[in-house]
Structure formats: C-alpha cells, structure tokens
C-alpha cells in the first residue's frame, strides 16, 4: 500500500549491508517498459547497499509465469544468498490475470520455502499500466532492500 510505514531499517544498519553477498534477479519481459525499470532501480539500489556488481547475476524470461522456474533453478544451484522476482502483470479483460498473478506469486513463495533461500517478489500486479509506471522505481528499490536484509537474517539464523 502506498504510503504505509514500511518500518525499514535505518540507513547505516547491518541488516542492509550487502557487502559480499550474491543475487540473483529474475525478470519478466512482459511489460518490459515497466520491468526494465524495475531492475534498474533495484540493481541501483543493490549497489548502494554494497552488493558487487560482478556479484549480481541477472536473467529474463518471456513472463510472470516463467519467473518460478528460473529461480528455482538459481535456488538449486546454491550460488546466492538472496533471489529477486521482477515482473508486470496488469489485469486485462479476462481471469487470465487472477491465474497469472495467482500462480506467479504462489511458486515463488514455495520456491522460497522448498529451497530455504529468501526472495524478494516484486512482480507487480496492477488494476492498469498507470499504477504500474508508479510503482516500478519504488518496488525495484524495495525488492533490493529485501533481498539483501533477508539474507542477513537468514545468515544470522544459520550460524
């Protein structure tokens, strides 16, 4: 929601320290216009938190749908700390977008959980292209923000 008290942790924190750490980003193509600015504020974003970006491996699929399966493949490989979801699915004319949005969001939590690695979804799923362009620079950002807070917890947790 826009405008909520997200309760992010303070500039300075260790939890947003990305120093060292490995991503990987998975990014739709549909919609591109709004999922090329979604990975560029979030690879923006990682490299303010320290994330190398030698460290950062970035892969596009055709949609929202193949997200899951190419992070799933990340997650398996046991490369990276932290994965992002990036994509765009604006409701249409059909239930088309309920079963895409459905489907996308649900793999990608049991990816997550199958694999124990945290992952930022950032899949936006919109009512029209207007509040897509709105959200891109801000849930890119945030999705960089996640990843790298979430492994740090995770990190923390293991040891």
Known sequence: MQGANQGEPAAGD???NG??????????????EITDALADACKRELAALGVREDQIAHE???????VPLALQAMAAARRYDALI??????RGETYHFELVANE??????????????PIANAILTTEN???????QS??????????????????????
């Open 19 to 32: 120093q060292g750490l490995a991503i990987g980003i998975v990014q739709a193509r549909f919609n591109a």
């Open 104 to 117: 996308s969001g649900a793999s990608v939590s049991r990816v997550a959980l199958d694999h124990r690695i």
């Open 60 to 66: 596009t699929v055709p949609g929202a749908l193949e």
């Open 14 to 16: 260790a939890r947003l």
């Open 129 to 135: 292209m207007q509040q897509a362009v709105a959200r």
């Open 85 to 90: 979801a990036l994509g765009c699915i604006v």
């Open 138 to 159: 801000d849930k890119g950002r945030d999705a960089a923000r996640v990843a790298v807070e979430m492994a740090r917890l995770l990190e923390r947790l293991r040891t």
